[in-house]
């Protein structure tokens, strides 16, 4: 071996001794970028937030049975006045009330616009007597819907507050079912063709509001 060698070995080793102990002081003082202080506020007390509530409540009128009580046996001509109290419960303010109704059994009752049957609906501002279907209010009661075709009210439901609907106070409600007069002949016992006669409709009233304008609060 060359005499030479082994000094140059030993260079060869302190070079990369200090090429360790300078990456380490690279990676030391790197790390040293993301070091620094830090601080933090918070609310002492916690903020409360919670979610409002729109709700609709049917009850029978004072007096009556509501839409509970079935209609049978309509002749052409008939009226039969049902009544129901709606409140809104809810802790968001309501707008815009409707009425709608469905038919699980669609027949000529509910899809004929002109000879099925026909609703108005009546508000009065105070309980309704319903066993002599008067409004005690001093000024009467208010047409809300009137002579409308169960037909349309089935695809179309109509306006009964146009606007802010009053929380917890019930809206007093009269409505009406009419069989429009009109003209029929059975003969020897058979019924016309597509006749009025005989025929049955299950009805679901349904009442609905939807909630008031989304507003922005700052405080």
Not at 27 to 33: D, K, L, P, R, S
């Amino acid at each position: 071996m060359s005499r030479h060698a082994a000094p140059a070995e030993k260079r060869d080793r302190r070079k990369a001794v200090a090429a360790l102990v300078a990456a380490a002081g690279l990676a030391i003082t790197a790390g040293g970028v993301y070091a620094g202080l830090n601080a933090t506020a918070s609310n002492a007390t916690a903020q409360t937030v919670t979610s409002g509530t729109l709700k609709l409540i049917m009850a029978n009128g004072t007096g009556s049975v509501g839409f509970g009580q079935n209609v049978s046996d309509l002749a052409p001509g008939d009226t039969v006045g049902r009544y129901v109290d709606i409140t809104d419960t809810g802790t968001i303010a309501a707008q815009n009330m409707t009425l709608a109704v469905s038919d699980a059994t669609p027949t000529k009752l509910t899809t004929d616009g002109t000879n099925g049957l026909h609703a108005t609906v009546q508000s009065c501002t105070v309980a309704w007597v319903a066993a002599a279907g008067t409004c005690a209010d001093i000024l009467g009661p208010t047409t809300v819907v009137n002579n409308v075709p169960l037909s349309t009210l089935v695809s179309t439901p109509q306006s009964l507050v146009a606007g802010a609907v009053t929380k917890n106070s019930a809206y007093h409600y009269r409505v009406v079912l009419t069989l429009p007069d009109q003209n029929e002949t059975t003969t020897n016992g058979t019924l016309p063709a597509n006749t009025i006669q005989g025929l049955s409709a299950a009805l679901t009233w349904t009442f609905n509001e939807v909630q008031r304008a989304a507003t922005t609060t700052n405080g």
